[in-house]
């Protein structure tokens, strides 16, 4: 019996519902479930990325704190403050900086994870001496910062007024009682003598009309008194002459340093850590570099020939 037109009909619709039901149980109870594995997969396996970065970096961040209690600054505020503010004016001195003041403020607690100590560092120089002053700040291993510095200029006397805004840091359970007397490693170089040029080139443009005081300081004389040989340095910014003797120490608006020997008509001085040889007429910044060692060689000979 031949199916008619009907039943055939009928056939392909009951062939489409089961076609239509099969992919509805395919994609609700098979594929989607599948897929929304996959998706949960890939968000656990983000979950887990994240969370191992977050251990790696807690550690890290645990070795750095160990490493910054031995910089710490003393866990007693106290004593922080009085230690380092201490510390501060010995920079200074040694950098033969003047008229220094020191202060501080309340320590802020930030993020739970340390303090922060303000001090407010007042005095006044040089270039060459506030060169000196950082060179001692960023190669001591301690956990501070300049976080502001002002440089005004003293009229043209070749002197700054300096102001500096500076934080150290105070790690708690440091149990330290001291300061950091490490050195860092911060510094491109280790030796102060490198930093020289930055006074040497005058950057500020400090001076009577724009000139510059190396230009401006000369060594105008050599004489003696009493048997001792003087060298006379004049600063023609100020007119001011100044008379040293042999390994006497100087200041001036130029720079500061010492005269390591006088000869008959030169005079050779060392300023951080260069020595420089001058002839009378000479300003500072036409000196001669000279190594240490052939200044030493000749000290002798010098000395007798202007007692002669």
Do not use: C
């Not at 006044?124 to 300049?146: K, M, P, V, W």
């Amino acid at each position: 019996m031949k199916p008619t037109r009907q039943q055939i009909l009928l056939g392909f619709m009951a062939m489409m519902v089961i076609f239509q039901l099969g992919d509805y149980v395919l994609n609700s109870m098979i594929q989607g479930p599948l897929e929304n594995l996959r998706n949960e997969q890939g968000t656990l396996q983000e979950d887990i990325k994240k969370r191992e970065k977050l251990l790696s970096e807690a550690r890290v961040a645990g070795k750095k704190i160990e490493l910054w209690k031995k910089k710490s600054l003393p866990t007693d505020i106290e004593t922080a403050r009085s230690l380092y503010r201490n510390w501060l004016l010995d920079v200074i001195r040694k950098a033969k900086l003047q008229n220094a003041t020191v202060g501080s403020g309340s320590p802020a607690n930030r993020y739970g994870l340390y303090r922060a100590m303000p001090f407010d560092l007042k005095t006044r120089g040089t270039l060459l001496q506030l060169t000196n002053a950082l060179f001692r700040f960023y190669n001591s291993d301690q956990l501070h910062e300049i976080k502001s510095l002002r440089i005004t200029p003293v009229g043209n006397s070749g002197q700054f007024d300096i102001s500096l805004g500076i934080e150290a840091l105070i790690i708690p359970k440091s149990n330290r009682k001291s300061l950091s007397t490490g050195k860092a490693k911060l510094l491109v170089s280790s030796d102060p003598r490198d930093y020289a040029i930055i006074a040497r080139d005058n950057i500020f443009g400090i001076g009577v009309n724009n000139q510059d005081p190396m230009k401006m300081t000369i060594l105008s004389a050599v004489t003696s008194r009493n048997g001792k040989p003087l060298a006379w340095i004049t600063e023609l910014i100020t007119g001011r002459v100044i008379k040293v003797a042999p390994q006497a120490s100087f200041e001036t608006v130029a720079l500061s340093g010492r005269i390591v020997q006088i000869e008959q008509e030169s005079a050779i001085i060392e300023t951080g850590g260069q020595r420089m040889k001058l002839t009378i007429g000479q300003s500072f910044a036409q000196g001669t570099i000279i190594q240490p060692e052939a200044t030493d060689k000749l000290q002798t000979q010098s000395d007798s020939k202007i007692n002669n």
